[in-house]
């Protein structure tokens, strides 16, 4: 008996048309245009969760070295000292207290000048 792929075939059509809905014109009606930037959505969404991430950690950095340029130092000695005095904070954290908490932040800033002798 010959094997047909039919319900197989509209299976995966529908799964692309469905997860195509939104695009414009053809690209959210037609298989091969709907099929073709769903593959190209698919790389971008990809590509933007890790460039989000650095991005993150760029806003981050820059609120940081904000602060500590403030306080008389550059971020780069900031961190070195940091580092030195063997001080386990992230950089999420050290950018939250500099935004919400400066008192702490200073302390943290206080514990690297220490260290690195200034």
């Known amino acids: 008996m010959r094997v047909t792929t039919s319900k197989t075939t509209r299976a995966r059509h529908k799964k692309v048309l469905n997860r195509a809905k939104g695009f414009k014109g053809a690209r ?3 298989f091969n245009a709907a099929n073709e930037t769903l593959l190209h959505a698919l790389r971008y969404e990809f590509i933007h969760r890790r460039r989000r991430r650095r991005d993150i950690k760029r806003l981050w950095i820059t609120r940081i070295s904000a602060f ?3 306080e008389g130092i550059t971020y780069s000695r900031f ?4 580092k030195k005095a063997n001080a386990a904070i992230d950089r999420k954290v050290l950018a939250w207290l500099a935004m919400h908490d400066a008192p ?7 514990l690297s000048k220490k260290a690195l002798g200034l």
């Not at 702490?104 to 206080?110: F, I, K, Q």
């Open 104 to 110: 702490a932040m200073s302390a943290y800033v206080a």
């Open 68 to 70: 500590v340029r403030s």
């Open 28 to 30: 959210s009606v037609r």
């Open 79 to 82: 961190m070195e000292g940091l």
